[in-house]
Each structure stands twice: as C-alpha cells, then as structure tokens.
C-alpha cells in the first residue's frame, strides 16, 4: 500500500463547470476525510465517511458540493456549477476507524483552478 | 466548535538553532493534538502528536508539550536543518480535527 492516492493532481476548469475528484484511501483504513486548503491556510474540513457512511458534513460543504463513499472505499467529490472561490487544494485523508486519536494520512492532493 | 490560533505565522532560523512553534486551542474537550509538515506540492504529513493524558513527547529532534490548563501546546526542534523547511500546522481534535493556519519555518544553511 503507498498511502493515500488523489486524482487528479490538478484541474483547470472554466466556471459554471463540474468537476469531479478521486481519493483512494489506505485499504485498511475505513475513514476518510476531505479537507479544503486555500493558500496560506490551514486545512478547512469538509466532511468525512465510516465505511460508506457519511457521518459528518461542514457548512462549507455547500450543496454544490457532493461527496460519495460508495463501497466503502475509495471516494469521490464532485463540485458542480463550479465558482472561483472554489479554486483551492482538495485534500483526502483517511484513518484507523473507532477514535478521532489517530493521526491522518493526506494524499498530495487536488489542485483546482477555476477560470 | 474548535478554533486554533498558531504562532508564529512565519519563522526563519539559522541551520543548528532551535524552533518552536505555539499554538493555542478553545475547546476543553479536545484530546489529541498532532502536528504536520507540508512541503510543496504534497500533503501534510504527520511529524508527531500527543495525547492529553501526556505533557510531553519527544522524537528524537522533535518534541510536543501540552499544557491542557491554559489550552495551549508547541512544537520544538532542535539542531535545526535545511530540510526542516517546510510550512508546519498544527491541529486539535476532539468532536473534529481542527487546523493552525500554518508556521512556515525557513533553516538558513
């Protein structure tokens, strides 16, 4: 296993757009986390899966916004009618189930530009 | 929910010196505070963390200190070294994982 993987790396998409995003997590791990970092920023959290449930959902996570887990695995995160606020780094990270006590392991990440 | 303050925003040391980084969180009920280092174009990596049952924590340069009083702990490197360089964040967790807005260290050869 070589950790957690993001696809793509980067994505330049006109506005009004939908993009969608890959995370495939470390296998052993059963939660998955998205974050969002703009620059000079720390990572904002935007929601995360046990299994393929998602349990928790920021208000950031506008309704533009959809994020699946469907086998339980890997992940997607979809950005429809995409907006330049959007422009950020999408990050993935994932984690042993059961505690919060855990440290994350982060993918390198989505880079989208919305022009 | 958790806000994490994180000082300084930047800091630039001689190659051999000390860094230490603050951060201060506000929710009582966090436990666990990691601490990550990003380098261009990758993800935050996890460097070292602490729990809230220990003060301290050491790894070889690198230590933690928590102060779950007064709701702040710091990160320290000693002998600092040029691939120290790097944007630092550190994070409290306790309902949700909460960041820093980063410290980016810069070790001058």
């Known amino acids: 296993d070589t950790g957690v993987s993001q696809d793509p790396r980067h994505k330049i998409t006109k506005r009004g757009q939908n993009v969608t995003f890959r995370c495939d997590p470390i296998?052993?791990?059963?939660?998955l986390y998205w974050y969002r970092q703009t620059l000079g920023q720390g990572p904002e959290f935007l929601t995360y899966?046990?299994?393929?449930?998602?349990?928790?959902k920021s208000r950031l996570l506008s309704d533009r916004f959809s994020a699946e887990r469907p086998k339980g695995s890997f992940s997607t995160l979809e950005i429809q009618r995409t907006e330049q606020g959007d422009s950020a780094m999408y990050l993935c990270a994932s984690s042993l189930a059961g505690e919060r006590y855990y440290g994350y392991t982060f993918g390198s990440g989505t880079r989208l530009t919305v022009v | 929910g958790e806000n994490v303050e994180q000082h300084p925003s930047t800091l630039s040391v001689q190659e051999g010196d000390s860094a230490v980084i603050k951060c201060t969180y506000s929710d009582s009920a966090s436990n666990y505070f990691p601490w990550y280092k990003q380098e261009l174009g990758k993800g935050p990596q996890l460097i070292i963390d602490?729990?809230?049952?220990?003060g301290e924590k050491k790894d070889q340069r690198i230590a933690v200190t928590l102060n779950k009083t007064a709701k702040h702990f710091s990160l320290h490197i000693t002998e600092t070294q040029p691939e120290d360089s790097a944007v630092y964040f550190c994070?409290?967790?306790?309902?949700?994982?909460?960041f820093g807005a980063g410290t980016r260290l810069t070790v001058k050869p």
């Open positions: 899966f046990q299994n393929e449930a998602q349990l928790e």
């Open positions: 296998s052993e791990h059963n939660r």
């Open positions: 994070a409290a967790s306790g309902n949700d994982m909460r």
């Open positions: 602490i729990r809230s049952n220990v």
